[in-house]
T-cell receptor, first 113, second 114 residues
């Protein structure tokens, strides 16, 4: 069964600290993996997208890693800011011609001063 | 390029009514997908339209329907509303970048059913 699981479900960190969010998937055949940031009440915004051959991709203070062998990905946030408070969603795409995506339920990150 | 737009942004309906939500994709994107998002379930795929044809469908009852017009704009309709239909409805437009579908979400329509 194709599934995407994220951990932790929620996380509270102090401003300026680093954190790492996890995503495990069983989606196969795998095409790509995306991390999205979703502010409350708004649509998700893409942070990174990685294909099978990519191990790491950065977008400013956000760094995503992918281990396609163990089917795990992580999103590392460096020097967190209050504006990082949001839900982070991991999305895995199937290798098909259609737009076939599997969503994790997200990690709710709260950054406190 | 303008982003994905959705109208209305907020909507309050009563049980038994029907509702139509609208989505305008990014210019040039031919694929439009709809999602329902609730706090407990996360994002749930409703359906995808490509060139006016429904290409994929999620596991939702027939009360949920959609369509796409020749200009790629899409509408989603929910009939006989139930309290459990209260959710954020997200539309996303996509294009095939060659290494997978690049998907861009709209701001969503917050539907409250009372």
């Amino acid at each position: 069964k194709n599934q995407v699981e994220q951990s932790p479900q929620s996380l509270i960190i102090l401003e300026g600290k680093n954190c790492t969010l996890q995503c495990n998937y069983t989606v196969s055949p795998f095409s790509n993996l995306r991390w999205y940031k979703q502010d409350t009440g708004r649509g998700p915004v893409s942070l990174t997208i990685m294909t099978f051959s990519e191990n790491t991709k950065s977008n400013g203070r956000y760094t995503a890693t992918l281990d396609a062998d163990t089917k795990q990905s992580s999103l590392h946030i460096t020097a967190s800011q209050l504006s990082d408070s949001a839900s982070y969603i991991c999305v895995v795409s199937l290798q098909t011609g259609a737009n076939n995506l599997f969503f994790g339920t997200g990690t709710r990150l709260t950054v406190i001063p | 390029k303008a982003g994905v737009t959705q109208t209305p942004r907020y909507l309050i309906k009563t049980r038994g009514q029907q509702v139509t939500l609208s989505c305008s994709p990014i210019s040039g994107h031919r694929s439009v997908s709809w999602y329902q998002q609730t706090p407990g379930q996360g994002l749930q795929f409703l359906f995808e339209y490509f060139s006016e044809t429904q290409r994929n469908k999620g596991n939702f009852p027939g009360r949920f329907s959609g369509r796409q017009f020749s200009n790629s704009r899409s509408e989603m309709n929910v009939s006989t509303l139930e309290l459990g239909d209260s959710a954020l409805y997200l539309c996303a437009s996509s294009f095939d970048s060659g290494s997978g579908y690049e998907q861009y979400f709209g701001p969503g329509t917050r539907l409250t059913v009372t």
